[in-house]
């Protein structure tokens, strides 16, 4: 693989289920991101991680957790599902130095009903 | 905090012609890199071209090139010779420029969303 892949790429779930959004770059990037993307709200980011064993909180993190085992997989769990985080997911990475280019996975469509 | 305003939610132009995407931020930072990435319908996110804020001129890519106002906080996006693979929603970002600060995520404007008339 090159770059970065996201599992499941869409997702119907009921209410009060747990979920993980699987997150996986090949590229050996430090930095890795998890963003929501809400018509007319463009993306915001819900938690970052700057190096493995490390995560931060973003602009939306309640109702989500991450972790950060090693530097390839950044994973995001919803531990009980609610109707208002359906939504597109994307992951993200990001090159050190100064390009600081941000490359994102294909995203995750999940439906909360 | 970081804001990134797009004013113009849709666009249109028609094929082989120009248009201006229209994009203005606020920050108190000094140093920042200014974005603009594109979605078409696949929803992959593409980045389109981007600029550094301590370099005066203006970045261009092929047929996409920026006017980057700093004093203004302006970061417009032209298209030139528009195609129709062009179609897409376009987002404005920025990105604080400080190899220390653990996020430097990106803050994305709502989207402007341009269609390519035939």
């Known amino acids: 693989i090159a770059g970065i892949t996201q599992a499941p790429t869409s997702q119907i779930l009921a209410a009060g289920r747990r979920m993980t959004l699987r997150c996986t770059q090949d590229?050996?990037?430090?930095?890795m991101y998890w963003y929501r993307q809400d018509l007319g709200l463009g993306l915001r980011l819900i938690h970052y991680?700057?190096?493995?064993?490390?995560?931060g909180k973003g602009e939306v993190p309640d109702g989500y957790s991450v972790s950060r085992a090693n530097t390839d997989d950044f994973p995001l769990t919803l531990a009980s599902a609610v109707p208002s985080q359906t939504s597109v997911y994307f992951c993200?990475?990001?090159?050190?130095?100064?390009?600081?280019?941000?490359?994102f996975g294909p995203g995750t469509r999940l439906t909360v009903l | 905090a970081q804001t990134v305003t797009q004013s113009q939610p849709e666009m249109s132009v028609q094929e082989a012609e120009t248009v201006t995407l229209s994009c203005t931020y606020d920050?108190?930072?000094?140093?920042?890199?200014l974005f603009w990435y594109k979605q078409p319908p696949s929803r992959q996110m593409i980045l389109v071209i981007r600029q550094e804020a301590y370099k005066q001129q203006n970045a261009t890519e092929n047929r996409f090139s920026v006017n980057f106002q700093k004093a203004a906080k302006s970061f417009s996006l032209k298209i030139s010779d528009s195609q129709l693979g062009d179609t897409a929603m376009y987002f404005c970002?920025?990105?604080?420029?400080?190899?220390?600060?653990?996020?430097?995520?990106?803050?994305f404007g709502t989207g402007t969303r341009l269609t390519v008339i035939p």
């Open positions: 993200a990475s990001r090159t050190t130095g100064k390009a600081n280019e941000q490359f």
């Open positions: 920050t108190s930072e000094s140093n920042y890199y």
């Open positions: 991680s700057n190096t493995a064993g490390t995560t």
């Open positions: 590229m050996r990037h430090n930095a």
């Open positions: 970002a920025f990105m604080k420029h400080d190899l220390n600060y653990a996020a430097n995520n990106l803050f």
